[in-house]
């Protein structure tokens, strides 16, 4: 499977511990986003980055998320302290470059539950 | 604040007739538009794209249209097939970051 591989699919949580998730992204694609899907909305942007470095966090919330993509292995997103709030679906994408208009391929996503 | 809206949450269309879904923007800054298409628990499939410099781009059956004075655009699925029934994303490109609509769920009645 050439696509880009999110895991866990569902990963369920209690209030207070921590969330990684990660994201192979596509082979030869060296550029990642992270969107975050509440109910009945639409994707959120929330970071994008390029090998070992974070291009753009301007949708990260300020506390307690943070994400890498480090030289080897996938991305991961990591969310301390998990509230209720954070319950939402988790999608990564991936780019090969950051040419105008390059479609992104998104993975299936990771549904987070916080009980 | 949501700067691309799909005001439509729902649209049914008979199979083989056209399917038109509408997408509107605010920001003049975006540089390319694109329709992705989505199954539940999968992740969004990207379809379709247009340049800002473009008003129509076609690709089969799908068919984008943007017109950029009335900041709309509008994707065409003709005929319209009972696989296509999925939500449909609008998205807007700045500087590589998407923006993305909240979707309308298309089904196609065989």
């Known amino acids: 499977n050439a696509g880009v591989m999110q895991n866990p699919r569902h990963l369920v949580r209690r209030r207070g511990q921590e969330a990684r998730l990660r994201c192979s992204p596509m082979k030869g694609h060296s550029h990642v986003y992270w969107y975050r899907q509440l109910p009945e909305e639409g994707l959120k942007f929330m970071v994008y980055l390029q090998k070992e470095n974070i291009i753009d966090e301007s949708g990260m919330p300020k506390e307690r998320f943070s994400a890498e993509f480090p030289k080897e292995g996938p991305s991961i997103l990591r969310i301390q302290q998990v509230v209720r709030g954070d319950s939402a679906a988790y999608f990564c994408a991936s780019s090969p470059s950051q040419q105008m208009g390059q479609p992104q391929h998104f993975g299936d996503g990771t549904r987070l539950s916080i009980l | 604040d949501q700067q691309v809206k799909q005001n439509s949450p729902s649209l049914s269309v008979q199979e083989g007739r056209i399917s038109i879904l509408n997408c509107d923007y605010t920001n003049s800054m975006f540089d390319y538009f694109l329709w992705y298409k989505k199954y539940p628990a999968e992740g969004p499939t990207f379809l379709i794209s247009?340049?800002?410099?473009?008003d129509k781009n076609e690709d089969g059956r799908f068919t984008v249209f943007l017109n950029k004075s009335a900041k709309h655009l509008s994707l065409h699925i003709v005929p319209s097939q009972p696989g296509d029934s999925a939500v449909y994303f609008c998205a807007a490109s700045e500087a590589n970051n998407l923006f993305f609509g909240t979707g309308t769920r298309l089904t196609v009645i065989p």
């Open positions: 247009i340049s800002s410099i473009k």
